[in-house]
Structures are given as C-alpha cells and as structure tokens.
C-alpha cells in the first residue's frame, strides 16, 4: 500500500509540472489554433538562463523572478518576429516554423550552455520527507509553486481587463479588434506568458532529472498527452489532463509496462484519447461547416 | 518546341548524371551520394501523404526504421538475401502505414502531426525494449554487410562494393520514383490532392476518402520503408539511436526545402538534407544545428515552395513570351 | 457631418464589390443603407470599420480613418455591429458587457451598465450566462449593448432584423428608436427589411451591385414608386 501511495504523490508531483507545460501549450493553441513543439526547448533554455543567474550569485528566488521575465520577453519576440510574418501561411508552414524553431533553439541551448548534464539546485532543500513520508521536500513546494502559477494565471484570465482581452482576442479576434482590443499585441503577450509558465515547469523539474539541453522532450511528449486528454482548447481541463497523466505514468511504469516504456504510455494516451474522444474529457466538440 | 525530343533528352541526361558518380566520385563522397538518394526516397514517400494529401506526417522515420530493421533482422538473422528482403520490408511497412493511416482519418492536421510527432520520439525507446532485444540486437544495434556484386556483372563492368550499392539503391529508387511519378500524374494523384484541398467538396462528388487517405499512407510507408531498408544496408549497421524524432524531422524539413508536393523536389530535398548540415558544421563548428534551423526558417519565409517551387518559377518565366515593345 | 465617405472601394482580393460610393451620416443621424443581397451592404459596413481596406476617403468628423487599423477606428469612436452579430459566445454576458467597455477610462461605465440593463432587463437576468446559451433576439440585444458601451459616435448595424421573429424585431427597432432619440449616436444601418429601415431613417441610400443608385430623404424613397415595388412589396 506504502509502495502505491508513494508512486500516486511522485505522479502528483510529476504531474504538476506536466500541467504547466500542458497549460503554456493550450495557451498558445488557444489563441492561435497552433500548437508549439518548441515549447520544450525554450523552456530548456530558460532554466540554462536561471542556472546562470544562479551560479553568477543571484539568490534562488531572484533568479526566478528573473527568468519569468526573460522567458516572457523570449515568449513575445519569437511571437512578434518569426510567428508575425507567417500568421496566414497554410498549416506546413507553421508546422514547419515551429520545428525550425525547436532546432534553433534547441541546438543555441547546447552551443551555449553545453551538453554536460548538470545539476540544478531545489529551494526546497530540507531532507525530511513529508506528509507522512510520501513527499520530499521538493516535491511538495514543485507542487505548491506549480499551483500556485496556475491560480494566478486563473485569477489573471478571469479577473483582470487584460486578462480578459487576451481570452476574447484568442476566441474572436475581428470582434475583439472591433471592440478596441490590440490584437497583436495580446497575441505577442500571450506566448510571453506562456514561455513564463514553461519556464517554471523547467525550474521545478531540472532538479529531479538534471539538466541538459534534452531535457524537456520526454517532458513535452506528457505534456501534450495530458493537454489532449483534458481538451485542448480548456486551460483548467489540460491542466487537470496533466495531473492525470503524471498518476498515470507513473502507476503504469511501476505495475504494468516497467520504466523502459513510459515514453510509450504518453503515446498510448495520445492515441487513444484522439481515437475515443478527440474533444478529450472536459472539451467541448467543435464541427466544422461545410 | 515539340516536347518530346525535350523530354527525352532530359531523361538521358538525368541518367548521364546519375550513373556519372559511379566513375567520378571516390569511395566516400559516392557514400554520401547513396545516402542523398535514399534520403530522397524517403522524403518522396513523406511527399506522397503530406505534400499531395495534405495528413501532416512528423513520424516517418518510424517507418523508415521499420523498414531498416526488417531487413536487418532478415540479413542478420535468417540469413536472407538482400534484395528478398526488399518487398518483404515494403509489404510490411505497408501494412502498418495502413494501420496508423486508419485512425488517423479521424484526426486533422495539428493532432495528426502531434500524434506522429509523439510516436516519433517513442521510437528508440520502443526499439530498445528488451522483449525485442533478441531480434534487434538491443542498444547494441546489428551489423550487415553490403552484397558483393555478381560474377557477371563485374566480368563486364568492374564495381566495387560501394558502387554496387550505389546501383542498386539508383535502381530501387528508380523505379520508386517512376511509380510514383505514375500514381500522381494519374486519376489517384488528382483524387489525392482533391482531398487535400477541398475535403467536403470531394467527399460530396463520390470519392472515397477513407480508401484514399489510408492507401495514401500505406503507399508512404512502404516508399519510405524501402529507403529504410536501403539505408540499413548502405550503413552496414542499424541501431534504436540511429531512429530518433531528428529523423523524423529531418524528412520533414527535406519535403518543405524540397518542395512540397513535388517529385523534383524530393530530389532536391535529399540532396539538401544530406549535404547541408556539412556546410552548416563548416560555417559553424560550435552550432550547425542552428544554422541548420535558420536556413529553414529562411526558406519558409522567403521560398515556401522550396527549390522545385524556385526551379518552376524560373522556367516559367524562360518560356513565357516576350512582351512586344510598345508603339 | 460625422461620417463622410468619398468614392469608396473596396473588394476581397481579385474581386471588387464596391465600385465609388459617395454617402454620409449626419451627427445623430440614422442613415439606411438598403438593396438586395450581395448589393454590397455588408461590405461597405467592413470598410468603414476598417475590417477590410478600402480606397477612397472615409472621414469620421472631419478625420481620416480609410487605412487605418479595425481597433484603432474601433477607439475613435466607430462600434460596428457586424454581419452573424459578433458575440464572445463562449463568455458570459458579463464579460461581453466588460469587453464593450474595454477602452473606456472615464468614471461613466458603471452607469452605462445601469442604463443597459433598462434598455434590455433581459440581460440583466442572464448575466452570467454562457452568451452562446441566448437566444437570437437576446443575442443582437447584447451585441448592441456592446457596441453602445463603447460610448460610440457612430454606430454601425448590419442587418439586426436578421433571422428574428416579427415580434422581438420590433423590439429591437423600439430600442433603436429610444437609442437615436436619448443618444447622440449616428447610426449607419443596413437592413434587407427596407420598411423597418425607412422608418427609422433620416436619410437613405438604395444600393445595387456596389453602387448607389438612389439617394434622399427617408420620407422621399418611401414614396418613390420603383422602391415601392421592388423592396417595399406594394
């Protein structure tokens, strides 16, 4: 029973930071109807620029701060300069731009910062375990910053004017523009924010798997698999998707496939979720007119 | 101008200049040329359901392995000949081109693309599982050997086993290509492309889309799946790390360089694939990848319909009348 | 004038639709813009709120706003109602009222809301419903208490009678009339219904295959005999 609930809480803790990335990627699909497959590597790069602050002396936290606002203006220029010039193209396009865009900064990260696998520290240092032992200390505050970013973000969406105008921008942009609202310029913070967001899903994760430029493939394949699984086009659907799919790959990689296979139990639910139930479990259907 | 005579000539030149290197090139750069034109092959079976169907495919160097490592399994371990593992790796690289082309009717563009995007970087690891370490050899991977060529061709024409391959990876190709070229200038390529523009519109005038796009796969799966085979051989060696999602998006990057929806620019795009990271490694040691993803980049802004686009605006524009001076 | 517009073009890509309109909307104003489907009515509603791009000159009091962009236009004061309503439909009707608002920094947006939910208690009542959940009546109310809370000077309406039962388009054209008579507004409005049109109007033009071929005085067109059979039915 021990051995269950404590791969439950490494799912939990795992799928937290599934949830954010999942929540940076339903972002920028909701507002443009694209998904970024390099969402991954910038938020590698992010945690490479955090890594950095920290070794030149910053305190943990004010590295943090530090590269939320880094990767958000990242997240805005490679809006405003590669994603701009071909908003119209057809979908290869896009697809392809996204792609060149994993490679470039993919590889940046690797010229820069190097391949050596390197540690990445945990403010939540503490050695104790917690909650009875299910949890280490790391754990736990990934898991509490985790929520903490999306209860803001919640709050951001729901609450605020601009939160407001980024949501009417992504659902109807020529009654958004009609009603004054910048389209352009919700669109260029909209992927600022999410690059923050992916950002602190690589701060929380680095610790635990260390890092290096390839870190966050495995991580993104999750990440899309619990986006789908809640419903692409729901923010609080994708994020409890990638909760979902933490529990879920970690129960299935410890009882039924064994460890070497996980990668195969996001692909299983990709698949499987498209197949059964393409809206996923809180989405909404959509029909295409003729 | 009649067309004939230019069309013919064409064809001899286009097989002057393939069967050149066999005499031009030494050992290593003929290598690469074997492997260019594979990578060509490849990028012609992504064309076919990508370019002119339009079902984004980020995952053929799935199929690219599969074809890689049933010939390698049947050349290292039930000691088969080379060339009877060719149609046995293509029926199978069919068959499962036919299964994943099933439920990807369901799926669109995006999700369609992230589902092979997923199975892609699923690959090395599935191949790496030890439930088929037996076959494949594990991490470890399986080495072949390329055929020797015949007693009676080397009595007319000396080759080494280099050339050999290079023949006959020319000829596999060859005929791969000209099937293709057949299946896309004819009633399927339009019934292809009718899908890929305007779904509904073909739908509703009787075509059966389902067959289509399915059989669009599978022919994909099969093309790609031979160039895997080939590459296997050509290599001597197949290993689970040789078959990450970088090959999957290097097809893909092939195909857009290329351009899409283009057996020329298969070529091309074989050509670009293989030959370009060496260039960008020489403008850049620290970071050819970077370079690699700016050139794409470049080219989707600047020549969204890759070289073949180029090469067809140019001729064009050689053919097209000259505009009589004004009185 | 608060609208003038001079040799007005404009087209979606090869194909031109509208071929040098010249109209106007005088300050409080309602001016009808009638004719038949694809006569280009909807179109001219686009390139005046800078949907689409148009040639010529489009003046807004005395300003030049053809070449500008749709939010830009939308901040100097032009709320476009368009064609299918334009509704936040998978937002509250909240948060249609709030985005109305969006631009407005002056101290008068709550009274707004107040008087909108006079004008249309309806929507009062569904505040936080889902507006994709209305009906079509409730929904052109929305999209026009939207566009007034903008605090527009000029008001553009394509075709609010449109898919509406008889009785909640007289309605509608009820809160039309309290708009242009407690209001400022100027309200440019297309409508296929050529008698509700010219009874709310001031001023009318009749248009046909992108070009104005008739013009003046609601009371006049009424009249004319020619307008009376085609588009008036007697």
């Known amino acids: ?290 | ?327 | 004038m608060l609208l003038e517009v001079k040799n007005l073009r404009a087209g979606y890509g090869p194909t031109q639709v509208l071929f040098g309109l010249d109209f106007a909307v005088a300050e409080g104003g309602v001016t009808a813009l009638l004719g038949a489907n694809g006569a280009g009515k909807t179109t001219t509603l686009r390139a005046v709120s800078g949907l689409i791009r148009p040639e010529g000159e489009v003046l807004l009091s005395g300003q030049r706003i053809s070449g500008l962009m749709t939010e830009s236009i939308a901040r100097l004061g032009v709320a476009h109602v368009p064609d299918g309503r334009g509704t936040f439909m998978e937002l509250t009707v909240e948060e249609n009222f709030r985005l109305g608002a969006y631009t407005r920094r002056d101290p008068d947006v709550a009274a707004d809301f107040a008087r909108m939910w006079e004008w249309f208690p309806r929507l009062k009542q569904r505040w936080r419903q889902q507006a994709g959940t209305l009906s079509g009546g409730e929904q052109q109310m929305l999209a026009i208490a939207r566009a007034l809370l903008l605090r527009p000077k000029l008001l553009l309406l394509d075709e609010p009678s449109f898919g509406l039962a008889p009785l909640i388009v007289r309605d509608i054209f009820a809160i039309l009339r309290r708009i242009r008579e407690e209001s400022g507004v100027g309200i440019l409005l297309v409508e296929q219904n050529a008698n509700l049109a010219l009874d709310l109007a001031d001023h009318a033009y009749l248009l046909e295959t992108g070009r104005i071929v008739m013009s003046g005085p609601a009371a006049e067109i009424r009249q004319d005999e020619a307008i009376r059979r085609s588009y008036l039915g007697y």
Request: glycine content about 12%; some cysteine.
């Open chain 1, 1 to 290: 029973m021990e051995a269950f609930l404590l791969q439950l809480a490494a799912g939990i803790a795992t799928g937290g930071i599934y949830a954010s990335v999942a929540l940076a990627i339903v972002m920028i699909y909701q507002a443009t109807h694209h998904v970024n497959f390099a969402q991954g590597e910038m938020a590698t790069l992010s945690t490479f620029i955090a890594l950095t602050m920290i070794q030149a002396g910053l305190p943990y936290w004010v590295a943090f701060a530090g590269t939320l606002v880094v990767s958000f203006v990242m997240g805005a220029l490679v809006e405003r300069l590669i994603m701009r010039p071909v908003q119209h193209a057809p979908i290869l396009t896009h697809v392809g731009v996204y792609i060149g865009m994993l490679l470039i900064i993919g590889n940046m990260t690797g010229w820069v910062f190097g391949y050596t696998i390197q540690m990445f520290p945990s403010p939540f240092e503490g050695g104790k375990p917690m909650l009875g032992g299910l949890f280490s200390a790391h754990q736990l505050g990934s898991v509490a910053v985790t929520l903490a970013v999306l209860i803001l973000v919640y709050l951001f969406f729901t609450k605020t004017s601009l939160g407001l105008a980024m949501r009417a921008a992504a659902y109807n942009p020529r009654s958004a523009r009609l009603v004054g609202i910048r389209v352009d310029v919700m669109l260029a913070l909209g992927w600022g924010l999410a690059a923050a967001i992916g950002s602190v899903a690589g701060m929380m994760v680095a610790p635990i798997v260390f890092l290096d430029p390839n870190m966050m493939l495995g991580i993104l394949l999750y990440a899309f698999a619990g986006a789908l699984l809640g419903g692409i086009d729901n923010p609080p659907g994708a994020v409890m998707g990638g909760f979902l799919v933490g529990v879920l790959e970690n129960l299935a990689g410890a009882y039924v496939v064994g460890t070497d296979l996980k990668l195969t139990v996001a692909l299983v639910i990709i698949i499987g979720v498209l197949v059964l139930k393409p809206s996923g479990l809180f989405g909404r259907v959509v029909f295409t007119r003729v």
């Open chain 2, 1 to 327: 101008m009649n067309a004939l005579p230019a069309r013919f000539l064409l064809v001899v030149v286009g097989l002057a200049a393939a069967l050149a290197p066999l005499w031009a090139l030494e050992s290593f750069h003929l290598f690469q040329l074997t492997l260019a034109v594979i990578m060509s092959l490849a990028v012609l079976g992504l064309n076919i359901v990508t370019g002119y169907n339009g079902q984004i495919s980020l995952g053929h160097g799935a199929f690219f392995a599969i074809g890689a490592y049933v010939t390698s399994i049947l050349m290292a371990q039930a000691d088969w000949s080379f060339y009877a593992t060719l149609p046995f790796a293509a029926a199978i690289c069919g068959m499962v081109g036919y299964a994943v082309g099933l439920p990807a009717l369901r799926l669109g563009g995006l999700y369609l693309a992230l589902v092979t995007f997923s199975l892609a970087v699923a690959v090395p690891q599935l191949l790496k599982h030890k439930a088929l370490e037996a076959w494949t050899g594990g991490v470890q991977g399986l080495f072949l050997m390329k055929p020797d060529p015949p007693r009676w061709l080397t009595s007319v024409l000396p080759l080494n086993a280099d050339q050999y391959m290079y023949l006959n990876v020319l000829i596999v190709s060859g005929i791969c290509f000209l099937l293709a070229w057949n299946l896309i200038r004819g009633r399927i390529g339009r019934a292809l492309m009718a899908t890929r523009d305007h779904p509904t519109a073909a739908e509703a005038m009787g075509m059966d889309i389902a067959a289509l796009k399915t059989g669009a796969f599978a022919v994909s799966a099969m093309i790609t799946g031979v160039a895997g085979a080939l590459s296997a051989v050509a290599v001597e060696f197949v290993a689970p790390d040789s078959f990450t999602f970088l090959l999957s998006i290097t097809f893909f990057v092939g195909m857009v360089v290329g351009g899409v929806a283009s057996i020329l620019g298969s070529i091309f795009g074989g050509l670009f694939v293989l030959f370009v990271p060496n260039i960008a490694e020489s403008i850049s040691r620290a970071a050819p990848g970077v370079i690699y993803g700016m050139i794409l980049i470049v080219f989707l802004f600047v020549l969204p319909e890759g070289f073949a686009g180029l090469v067809r605006r140019l001729l064009a524009k050689l053919s097209s009348p000259e505009n009589p001076k004004p009185q």
